[in-house]
């Protein structure tokens, strides 16, 4: 060793020692969740007033399920009317015609304005308003005519409210999705000689589903749960159904957290088929897809296995990829 290298080993800098740093605040937090966590679980099997054998006794029962088909029947037909609807009236609503969009905006108010409660509760009694409902020329004689209270029925009244305010939030979801789209591409698509109903259909329609296709499925999910609304008009869904076994054995909180567990079941499966859906019209984008439940899986033991392979003095770092080191 000559004297130069010597000195440069004489005044090299130490190694710099790499402390973790402490977050003892953490550490409380996660101690005292949990307790609370513990101290939950343990009402949850302790409390006998939840009454889990009542829960499970009526969770396959017949008015349940029943109810339970009649929850999902209503969520497919609102949310059915409210998508087809809504998006009319978000073209309306971006109109040039001013009678038009007028009209669009008038409707979205209204329905945003009052509660969906009300709404039910209004159909419900519709004959009181219009006694025998009529189809017919305007002014003129009628065509076809019948009886408010035959046509307009429980289920229907709970429909027509659901869908119809479902529109007018919808119609601001499918507007915003429109709005997101490059001016500049409409431009090209009118310049190529397109009517406003084709240019919709083919350009900004399936570009606007990335912003149009999240709020899409928490509005389904929100419906989901707003159908237990529709008890007021007696219509045996399943909070309904759930409601008259209670009044009958007075065993009130045992079924409704069956009703409970009911709804957070279709809940998780709404909303993993969200995600899936979401994965689907985000191809394509300038953003890399979010991994799926099992690939997040599967890479955590990926990289559980690569740990256990590596030797104790070689662990990879930020420059162990060759394409870093290339970058």
């Not at 928490?218 to 159908?227: D, P």
Request: with cysteine; hydrophobic share 50%; proline share 7%.
């Amino acid at each position: 060793m000559t004297v130069t290298e010597v000195d440069h080993d004489r005044h090299r800098p130490e190694e710099i020692r790499a402390v973790p740093v402490r977050h003892p605040g953490r550490w409380v937090a996660t101690a005292v969740l949990l307790v609370l966590l513990a101290m939950l679980a343990h009402s949850l099997v302790t409390n006998p007033n939840f009454g889990w054998s009542v829960v499970g006794t009526y969770f396959f029962a017949g008015p349940v399920v029943r109810g339970l088909v009649l929850t999902l029947e209503l969520t497919a037909a609102a949310m059915v009317i409210g998508v087809v609807l809504g998006v009319c009236l978000a073209i309306l609503r971006l109109s040039p015609n001013p009678i038009l969009s007028g009209s669009a905006w008038c409707y979205i108010w209204f329905f945003r304005g009052t509660p969906v409660f009300v709404q039910i509760l209004f159909w419900y009694n519709i004959a009181a308003l219009f006694p025998h409902i009529g189809l017919g020329v305007p002014f003129g004689p009628q065509v076809l005519h019948g009886n408010a209270n035959a046509l307009v029925t429980s289920i229907v009244a709970a429909i027509l409210a659901l869908g119809l305010n479902e529109a007018a939030y919808y119609a601001e979801i499918v507007r915003a999705g429109i709005l997101s789209v490059d001016h500049g591409q409409v431009e090209a698509a009118q310049s190529l000689g397109m009517r406003r109903i084709q240019l919709m259909r083919r350009v900004v329609l399936p570009q606007a589903m990335r912003v149009i296709v999240p709020p899409t499925g928490n509005e389904t999910i929100s419906m989901l749960k707003t159908t237990s609304l529709a008890s007021v008009a007696a219509v045996t869904e399943l909070l309904y159904s759930a409601q008259q076994i209670y009044a009958r054995t007075y065993q009130t909180i045992p079924l409704l957290i069956m009703a409970s567990i009911w709804y957070l079941v279709l809940t998780t499966v709404l909303t993993v088929g969200q995600y899936y859906v979401e994965r689907h019209y985000a191809r394509g984008a300038s953003y890399a897809l979010p991994p799926t439940p099992f690939q997040r899986l599967q890479g955590m033991l990926g990289s559980r296995s690569a740990r256990r392979r590596v030797p104790p003095g070689d662990v990879p770092g930020p420059l162990s990829d060759p394409l870093r080191r290339q970058g």
